[in-house]
């Protein structure tokens, strides 16, 4: 299976660059017969748009979706669920000076390593534009789990050094950051405008909660729930790691800490964040990923054009001081699609 | 694709239960014409074996393997390389008593939640014992990527909270935990000892570093180089957390910290741990796995049986009390099945 | 991997309905760095699109490619080639009558036994309108396969039980009916336009030569190279069956007959088909397909409603009344996928 | 995925050479908790061994399977089930004389073509000896499909020019060749008898009727029912063309001839073969195979040896004249994997 295709009956294939023509994705083997409400997926899409707050990209893009097919009379048919968002703010002529040369902590350099030819303009294929291909394909899948009885929850907790303290889960679409903790996010959203003012960035951790996942989903021995949790959330550019339950903390933990007792209703702590040996076990999945400081800053940074002659960069372009706020919509679209392919693949097993 | 089968065109399948009659690998995609030295894969199967030391379970497999298919005269010839190797020293009587009880910490319960049966007998299926056919598997991925330059180590930095401070790499073979550090290597070598004797068990961290990937290396989006490696280490049941690079520090680093400046020799730095945008820079590849305290202990343990009737447990059988010097191996053995199957896909997209 | 998308490492994923906005189609694992000229594409979907003869039904589709993502320059970036066809001359009012009925021969019924909901306009995503993706796919593919000294040619061999005698090349694509013999031609065209006139149809068989496929290629066991142009070819709605080289008269042959000899020039006879063992020869591989008589007729038959009321139906529309001519592209289009995809495949096992 | 593997949700990956230490397949995707007699697989497997009578090859393999794991207790656990077949009547040296020379019809050209080297030991992976791993496969998709009420039978309906005129399904089983018409069984026989003394051999048609499967099953565009199955057929080493319902006849007939009419009782006639759009009808589904004449024959004919000198061969080792009665315990397994897969995949379609 080519890389722009994931999951295995719940499918999704993206495509398109982030200052072509339009993004979009093809959704494979969506339960026919389900209301889809194009509302439903655009507030999504809306939760991870440009320009929503200071915090954001002032790029403008409406993110509006067309749904191109597989649906019929407002259903699912079955058949696949194609959906476009063609590119409106494009200003590919931001990206000339670049165009010879290799922005630090972008994926410039690599993507002309393995193609031998890139699109530079905005980094093309490997900008974070490619992610609303991802939302609208969540969006679905969050409709098919929510008759599942599955919700799910994704949040910032830690920015610029900024630790959450309480977990408030009515004050996290409330504030720009998407933090669990207001007093934190007003810290939060101080710093990356000091940092902004700088041109510079700041990284931060963001963690997810599922909750009503029935026991018993995830396939030995590779396709592991955790370990296809962990290959959908780094395939998000920006997460460059992923812990789930205690996480790295286990390492100091004794295993009478870190084993879950049972009791009569059910597990009585939750270290080992609602899967063991890749399967489910009915608590909630809880997982955090750390997303790296935006790359794209204009403090001045060391490079090589492509011909490795050194010299200095300075990253134009309209660009998030802190992607915290906008991956949330992204972890959740993707744990989605997770959850719901492998639903589909245990009523495979089983039937 | 089914949950037991990992890898595009480098691909393997494992089979077996702990106390059945044996576990195995199929190879399929392997270079044809590649010799094949059986001692050269015995050499990576001693180094995962149980009873190497006194911090290891006293289980006495010799692990020794029988190539049934694939090769003709010493060499592979592309058709599907398949491995056996029969359980020798099962004790299956030794877990009659958890027949129908829920271990803390191990997938007794998921397994039955999933399944609607299982092989309780030394957890079947679930057992690290199925990690043997990914370290057969992983050595003649090993043998190809020799051929390419590629050369990979792993090594423990951390156990029970005591942490390596020097990077020795030639006393990583030469101590029982596999530790970079020889001097931490002793402390926590007397840690788990302590810890063995009072029937607890504790956690770690666990390094590894490739060198000599060629840049270009990766799929996007979905199958990206670190998605992929995540997914494959998270697939190692004792693992919950990954992180490349700079890692969960990246949280609390700023972009003009973090971006890897370049210079007409390469990268001065190596925070993005070898892969941006999904594909190898070049430099060498690094990640960090935390190892979760082994579950198997004899500390009494509130849990519940079948019936959901609480009981308290005492774990029995052989055990490691610490796990981390024998995942080495084995997330060398994934990260040599990720690494072959990338520089496949790639010699397929460029051809 | 789910049933819209074909190809291990040249895949496509097709979506799309007739009446439905637009049908299209994701090419993933396109070799980066090749030119890609667009009236290069336009070509082949001109020689499928619907009204170039009497034969051929009157529908206005002019089937404009419009590519939207996985080019840069004119050349291809090696991320997914999509290419759009919006629809233009809908008509789905004129499907109203068969909303609550099975036309016999179409996949009406199926696809409403399969998913419990459908889309009756045009037959959805059943019609033969899909497979106008497949044919810019494989331009593509043909396009890459040029490359490699690949070429192929479809024609019709028998219609309405006109067989040809001569086999002329050059005529092949100056006659209506794409038939290799411009005499038999003739005849064809007459025997359709008097079925046209009855509101009757009629079935054929297209053979494909394709040449210059370096020996060497298909995957045993499974996918052999013969049994994936089987499963392409039979994935076309109107083929009902395949043959390879002697094909079905090999249930009468000797083996001293069947048998493909060979001298210091390669093989003296093709009996094989240019694939033996399931991998190419190095001779032409020669298939022939059956072309089933179109089910879209106006004679009045017996069918039943939604409901299992008996009713005559005369389905209305325009169609076909011999699939042949345009059937010819698409079994051209789709050998070039499974060619092309097993170039790639052949490269990664080398490699 | 490699090719070695087959099937989506219920998905075999089989291994081992004709003359190397044993052949097997291990088999993902079994639905937990079903009864596994071993005799029940043993019974097909008898089917297919050599030496059952004067027509088939008097190699003596006791076809012995050995269940290694996916089993406690008798019952499956929704593990790898993966079974081995030792060889034991390996006569290696009997192909001394082909080591360097290719025998025609054989793989032997084309493997080496492919892989660079080859086992050339009775065709290594080639043999007609790795269709036992599918046909214990099947006998586990049997009895899974025994509880949807799905059935099967294959049968010889031609051989050497020699047609069954009648169908007695009880028959079959009953005459070497596995004819459906004990007079045409008697004569082809004969036939079959003659041509050994003569050194030579012939080829023959196998149908195939698959009862009880429930209409939806198949998924379109490119994993139609028939696709499926005809790349499963394909797959078979011996096979050279697929024709489903009424197949190449198609190609001299009308719609309204061919158009499968319906009434309240279901269809009227089963031209399509119980399949439309690719989507299984509920009808019966019925195709044809075509079996090539065996390879292995000892008259002399030319070919040439690895250095391409031409030199004339006589084929040794024990063979079947005609593989026809041999071939259908295939036809069936792999028929099996097909629609035990295709339920699967319309269970986690649905659900």
Redesign the interface.
Known sequence: ?????????F?I?????SH?????V?I??V???VEIDEAYIQVQMDRRKPGQSSVTSPRKEYDKI?I???T?EG??????L?I?LYNTDMRPEAYDDIKNS?R????D???L???????HRGS???SGR?TASRVAAGAVARKLLERRGVSLVAYTT????IKCRDFIEDAIEANPVRACDPDAAMKMVEKIEA?ALAG??????VECRIRGVH??????????L??????????I?AI?????????A???????????????DGF?SNH??G????????ADIVFRV????????S?P????NVN???KVIVTKGRHDPCICPRVVPVVEAMACLVIEDH?????????
Chains 1, 2, 3, 4 share one sequence.
């Open positions: 299976m080519a890389g722009n295709t994931f999951g295995e009956r499918q294939t993206t495509f398109g660059e072509g023509e339009a993004v979009g093809i494979d083997g339960t026919p017969g067309h191109i097919s597989g019929f259903k699912t048919t079955g058949t696949p194609s476009i290799f630090p902590g972008h994926a350099f690599t993507y390593q393995k193609y031998g030819v890139r699109d093309g294929r490997a490619e830690e920015i610029g050094g940092l510079d960035s700041c990284g931060g951790i026991p018993g989903l995830g396939e030995p021995a590779f396709d592991k955790d370990a296809e949790l962990a290959k959908a959330m780094l395939s550019g460059k790691g992923i812990e789930f339950g205690a996480g790295f286990a390492a100091s933990m004794l295993g009478s800490e870190h084993n879950d007792q049972m009791n009569a009585s080992a964040g899967i063991i040996g890749g399967i489910s076990t009915g750390v997303v790296k400081p935006t790359s794209s800053i403090v940074q060391n490079t090589i490795g002659e050194e639903y589909k693949r245990q009523a495979a097993l089983l039937y």
